[in-house]
């Protein structure tokens, strides 16, 4: 059974919120370049919030991810207790799932691990009918590759994964992955702690597809990413801007929204979008399969797809966001905000950088492959 999440109480946006019921491959992912038409309105379907049965929710999420003023709304709406345990990778997630934990309503998988998932009957049926507010997405987010018709998941968040650089640290310009390899940055990067994002783009400094499944092509990314290994002062998937807004580091290979919030304390933080190619992910929410709350997972799933919550959202972690009503309740409620998040590559990344992402996929038996890699560049071996 997962811990309870610290509860830090509602602020009072929050309550009012609650109390007035308010309301890949290169991608295909187009950048908005305007705010979002207002003219249909969002779905609200606060006031059918249905009655449930259940008296908790188990979520397992990354970590520093769901607003906690959006989990004491829900709570406080549906008289729920919502626990909250939180993993580092999607590899973690479903060595846990493989190894039959249980008890848990709603699970936040990766694009690549919700077809990993689905394949092995890890996931339970999502009717997408019963979800009021499902609408409010912008259609190019639904019925993505890795699941057709959203028979599993729905759009959580989405984003790239590119480079953060300290431009008061760096004086030569950074533009590409290959740039990390320089020996100015000696100790001086830090590395989200994930095997598909690491490899991945060292397989693109190699002109190779960051998917490759390739045992020669993954045997000289290996010796590549054993050249950059004097150059990576840690590993952090958590919160990597923390070492960079520490000074502890002068780049890193990061999440867009952890560049987005450290640029909102530092902006001499900047973020980069690399020549061969960046990661391009979609993060989803789901149910594992038989959750034991299932009212209370489908009820929460709903919530987070409303406006005023996917607000909240993009307010606590400033990622891309896939709720076309959400980013329209931003434009009406934090214009400032709202044209930091057009304004930023990060979340707003241009059309011509969208175009040459690559998005993480299944790579089925080869992912010994790339276990045993990552395992031996991190040991040293």
Known sequence: MPSPFIVRGLTALALAWAASGCQASPTAVESPAAAPDTTAAPSDATAAAPRLTSTELNLYAW??????????????????????????????????????????????????MVTVMAKQGMLEPLDTSLLANFGNLDPQFVDRPYDPGNAYSVPYQWGTV???????????????????????????????????????????????????????ELEAAKARLAALKPNIRLFDSDSPKTALLAGEVKAGVVWNGEAALA?????????????????????NLAMPKDP??????????????????????????PYSNPNAAGLAALAEAEPELYAAYMAYPATNPPAADLAKCQAIVDIGDALPLWD?????VKSGE
């Open 263 to 283: 640029h909102r304390e530092n902006p001499a933080i900047a973020y980069v979008l690399p020549a061969e190619g960046c990661g391009i992910w979609f993060d």
């Open 372 to 376: 045993k890699l990552w395992t031996d």
């Open 162 to 216: 590119g480079i953060a650089v300290d431009t008061a640290a760096v004086s030569t310009p950074v533009t590409a992955w290959a740039d990390l390899w320089d020996p100015a940055f000696a100790q001086g990067l830090v590395m989200v702690d994930d095997e598909r994002e690491v490899i991945g783009l060292t397989l693109m400094t190699l002109g190779h597809d960051r998917n490759s499944t390739d045992p020669a």
């Open 63 to 112: 970590s520093e991810y769901i607003p906690q003023d959006l989990l004491d709304a829900f709570a406080a709406e549906h008289g729920i207790r919502v626990n909250y345990d939180a993993f580092s990778s999607n590899e973690e997630l479903l060595a846990k799932m493989q190894a039959g934990a249980a008890g848990y309503d709603v699970i936040l998988p990766s694009d690549y």
């Open 292 to 317: 034991p709350h299932k009212d209370a997972a489908l009820a929460f799933i709903d919530f987070v797809l409303r406006p005023d919550m996917s607000m909240l959202i993009t307010r606590d972690f």
